[in-house]
């Protein structure tokens, strides 16, 4: 929405600063609750004149900061909670660098309009340090809630007993931006910044939800879509999660579109299926210095992915080269447990000096084949070079090439069909049990 065009002086429209109850810099979470009360309280009709009802309202947020010390908890459809821009700056690099050193920083802190969330955390309720939680059973499901262009600010990680020499790396919290506990139909996320939450965005039950032109970084965990869920997209973002948990996750879910993502390091995936069907994963760029970049597990099916580059490093930045998803380099880029998918058209580049390939001496797996039948693989290029300036993201000088496995298919899997996707040496099938037309070797 264009601030320019909102009628400010419409009674569905409320700027928290303007709110005659509560100081909104000092608890921004005890005013959206209290604004939400009078909407309710003069919104009470559920049809009047015979076509009206209730038409829910804006709650505007200017660029500003504002600590949140209660929870904000939703129960209305049609709230559009909207700030002037989601603030992002990087925190990690203010944490990991002398704090002598701050004074020469341009900002040190996220912010547009940002919200600082002061709650404790209880491991026993998960949606205890969550800034927003919206919960609302019966019928309909809760509808049309909008969260745009602001920023959620989890501050800080904790000690997590590890010996972690910086615990702001630890990635741990026990804070969430978002949590969406029950069903709900046409929810909206967009162009908003979610920094230093151990979970940006938790839904359970999605319908038709939209994610798109976010940022999404420093996060523990990204994206997880929960319980189950169906028609919905995340798409435009630019995301990347911390080493322990995911940058996108979904469970049980049918129909789901992820694309035009550019999803950087260092979760423990880029993209987790757990029972996902019938869904596409199409032009995305993925970042990741671990395998298992893209894992299907369970039984995934009738998937989609499509034009997607793969792009597998290893970790440049010393304060975190001590830390990895724990998976081996034979485990595979993509890995995929379940039946009839497509996955047709991507490049996966694997650049990385051989002496960091785990366990040493193996040859790195583009693509495994886990489990599950009829899975449809087509002309995949995969590019594994070491070079000596393999930390420069965008060199390509004096790489030399080492051998991949770039597609492995194990005996749990067959009636698969391989095509063009490796030369003989390449591929490891067997071929009794699957179909396999090898790409033409190259004559040296």
Same mark, same amino acid.
């Given at each position: 929405?264009?601030?320019?065009?909102? &009628?400010? *002086?419409?009674?569905?429209?409320?700027?928290?600063?303007?709110?005659?109850?509560?100081?909104?810099?000092?608890?921004?979470?005890?005013?959206?609750?209290?604004?939400?009360?009078?909407?309710?309280?003069?919104?009470?009709?559920?049809?009047? &004149?015979?076509?009206?009802?209730?038409?829910?309202?804006?709650?505007?947020?200017?660029?500003?900061?504002?600590?949140?010390?209660?929870?904000?908890?939703?129960?209305?459809?049609?709230?559009?909670? =909207?700030?002037?821009?989601?603030?992002?700056?990087?925190?990690?690099? @203010?944490?990991?660098?002398?704090?002598?050193?701050?004074?020469?920083? %341009?900002?040190?802190?996220?912010?547009?309009?940002? /919200?600082?969330?002061?709650? =404790?955390?209880?491991?026993?309720?998960?949606?205890?340090?969550?800034?927003?939680?919206?919960?609302?059973?019966?019928?309909?499901? /809760?509808?049309?809630?909008?969260?745009?262009?602001?920023?959620?600010?989890?501050?800080?990680?904790?000690?997590?007993?590890?010996? $972690? &020499?910086?615990?702001?790396?630890?990635?741990?919290?026990?804070?969430?931006?978002?949590?969406?506990?029950?069903?709900?139909? !046409?929810? @909206?996320?967009?162009?908003?910044?979610?920094?230093?939450?151990?979970?940006?965005?938790?839904?359970?039950?999605?319908?038709?939800?939209?994610?798109?032109?976010?940022?999404?970084? =420093?996060?523990?965990?990204?994206?997880?879509?929960?319980?189950?869920?169906?028609?919905?997209?995340?798409?435009?973002?630019?995301?990347?999660?911390?080493?322990?948990?995911?940058? /996108?996750?979904?469970?049980?879910?049918?129909?789901?579109?992820?694309?035009?993502?550019?999803?950087?390091?260092?979760?423990? !995936?880029?993209?987790?299926?757990?029972?996902?069907?019938?869904?596409?994963?199409?032009?995305?760029?993925? %970042?990741?210095?671990?395998?298992?970049?893209?894992?299907? !597990?369970?039984?995934?099916? $009738? +998937?989609?992915?499509?034009?997607?580059?793969?792009?597998?490093?290893?970790?440049?930045?010393?304060?975190?080269?001590?830390?990895? +998803?724990?998976? *081996?380099?034979?485990?595979?880029?993509?890995?995929?447990?379940?039946? +009839?998918?497509?996955?047709?058209?991507?490049?996966?580049? $694997?650049? /990385?000096?051989?002496?960091?390939?785990?366990?040493?001496? *193996?040859?790195?797996?583009?693509?495994?084949?886990?489990?599950?039948?009829?899975?449809?693989?087509?002309?995949?290029?995969?590019?594994?070079?070491?070079?000596?300036?393999?930390?420069?993201?965008?060199?390509?000088?004096?790489?030399?090439?080492?051998?991949?496995?770039?597609?492995?298919?194990?005996?749990?899997?067959?009636?698969?069909?391989?095509?063009?996707?490796?030369?003989?040496?390449?591929?490891?099938?067997?071929?009794?049990? +699957?179909?396999?037309?090898?790409?033409?070797?190259?004559?040296?």
């Amino acid at each position: 929405m264009n601030r320019d065009r909102m &009628d400010k *002086t419409a009674e569905n429209f409320y700027n928290v600063t303007e709110w005659p109850h509560g100081d909104a810099h000092e608890d921004i979470g005890a005013v959206i609750n209290d604004i939400i009360a009078d909407i309710k309280k003069r919104q009470d009709s559920t049809d009047h &004149d015979g076509e009206c009802g209730k038409p829910g309202a804006v709650i505007y947020i200017p660029s500003g900061d504002y600590h949140l010390r209660t929870q904000v908890f939703i129960d209305i459809s049609y709230l559009r909670i =909207e700030g002037s821009g989601h603030g992002f700056v990087s925190s990690s690099i @203010r944490f990991n660098i002398p704090e002598k050193d701050w004074k020469d920083m %341009h900002e040190l802190w996220p912010g547009g309009s940002r /919200i600082l969330v002061n709650l =404790e955390a209880n491991p026993d309720d998960e949606t205890a340090g969550a800034a927003f939680v919206v919960k609302r059973e019966g019928n309909p499901r /809760i509808s049309s809630v909008e969260f745009v262009g602001f920023c959620i600010d989890g501050l800080h990680f904790v000690d997590d007993g590890t010996g $972690e &020499d910086i615990p702001e790396n630890t990635y741990l919290n026990g804070k969430t931006g978002i949590y969406i506990a029950s069903a709900q139909d !046409s929810f @909206r996320v967009t162009n908003m910044g979610f920094i230093y939450l151990e979970h940006g965005l938790i839904i359970h039950n999605a319908d038709a939800l939209t994610i798109h032109d976010n940022f999404i970084a =420093e996060c523990g965990n990204c994206i997880e879509l929960r319980s189950a869920g169906q028609a919905s997209k995340i798409t435009d973002n630019l995301m990347g999660a911390g080493y322990r948990g995911y940058s /996108i996750y979904a469970q049980n879910f049918g129909g789901l579109l992820i694309a035009d993502n550019n999803i950087f390091p260092r979760g423990t !995936s880029m993209v987790h299926f757990e029972n996902v069907v019938r869904s596409t994963v199409t032009s995305n760029r993925f %970042h990741s210095f671990s395998p298992g970049m893209l894992i299907m !597990s369970g039984c995934c099916s $009738e +998937n989609l992915v499509a034009a997607n580059h793969f792009y597998r490093a290893r970790e440049p930045w010393a304060p975190m080269q001590m830390h990895d +998803n724990g998976l *081996t380099d034979d485990y595979g880029l993509v890995r995929v447990s379940g039946n +009839n998918n497509s996955i047709v058209a991507n490049h996966f580049s $694997e650049i /990385i000096d051989t002496p960091y390939i785990k366990p040493v001496g *193996t040859s790195p797996v583009i693509l495994y084949l886990a489990a599950g039948h009829g899975n449809y693989i087509a002309p995949t290029w995969a590019a594994a070079c070491f070079a000596a300036q393999v930390g420069a993201m965008i060199s390509n000088q004096d790489a030399e090439e080492f051998p991949v496995v770039t597609v492995q298919v194990a005996e749990k899997s067959s009636a698969n069909t391989v095509l063009d996707s490796g030369t003989e040496s390449q591929v490891v099938l067997d071929r009794k049990r +699957n179909a396999f037309r090898p790409t033409p070797d190259i004559p040296r």
